[in-house]
T-cell receptor
């Protein structure tokens, strides 16, 4: 299947700082990417849908000014957690939708980024 | 609320036994997918079954879908210790640009 990478795989930061997480589709172009958050022993919760060249669509309860999403190219979406606080500590997973000619609109997931805010 | 609900929440079996996990959902779907997640790691896509399909196989995995009951099952045959992980079902609803919604997950432990 297609490959989606995330960088960094883990990050520790101080409270009040901002952290940027990158999500790349390595062997296909993705006009749509998704950002999920997963707390320990819980399921994945969709935070936002990122569309190349347009504004992201945020799920209810997700602060768009806190979680900035940029999808500037067909292979890269970034999530910036601004003014991070300890409660933002979580596992962030991105996913890219392959809508290519030979795909079945499959959604491929990155390996996740563990964010710890001290 | 989440679309998919798996049961049981936790399952512990002996290596070599079969593991059956169930997922129920509430509204009409385009497809249903099963994923595996090892502790602290990303998701691994296992299998996708479309709404017009009833059963699919992939290696030791067998997935069934009953749209009349709005339920799916994942069967892992001849389980191995390496199958220990969390398993999630995820549903994609009908309609353009529909999101993938995950259930709460099942924790499977396979004892060697």
């Amino acid at each position: 299947g297609a490959v989606v990478s995330q960088h960094p795989s883990w990050v520790i930061c101080k409270s009040g700082t901002s952290v940027k997480i990158e999500c790349r589709s390595l062997d296909f172009q993705a006009t749509t990417m998704f950002w999920y958050r997963q707390f320990p022993k819980q399921s994945l919760m969709l935070m936002a849908t990122s569309n190349e060249g347009s504004k992201a669509t945020y799920e209810q309860g997700v602060e768009k000014d806190k979680f900035l999403i940029n999808h500037a190219s067909l292979t890269l979406s970034t999530l910036t957690v601004t003014s991070a606080h300890p409660e933002d500590s979580s596992f962030y997973i991105c996913s890219a939708l392959d809508t290519g000619q030979f795909s079945y609109n499959e959604q491929f997931f990155g390996p996740g980024t563990r964010l710890t805010v001290l | 609320s989440q679309q998919g609900e798996e049961d049981p929440q936790a399952l512990s079996i002996q290596e070599g036994e079969n593991a059956t996990m169930n997922c129920s959902y509430k509204t009409s779907i385009n497809n249903l997918q099963w994923y595996r997640q090892n502790s602290g790691r990303g998701l691994v896509h296992l299998i996708l079954i479309r709404s017009n399909e009833r059963e699919k196989h992939s290696g030791r995995l067998r997935v069934t879908l009953d749209t009349s009951k709005k339920s799916s099952s994942l069967l892992i045959t001849a389980s191995r210790a390496a199958d220990t992980a969390s398993y999630f079902c995820a549903t994609r609803l009908t309609g353009a640009n529909s999101k993938l919604t995950f259930g709460k997950g099942i924790t499977l432990s396979v004892r060697p």
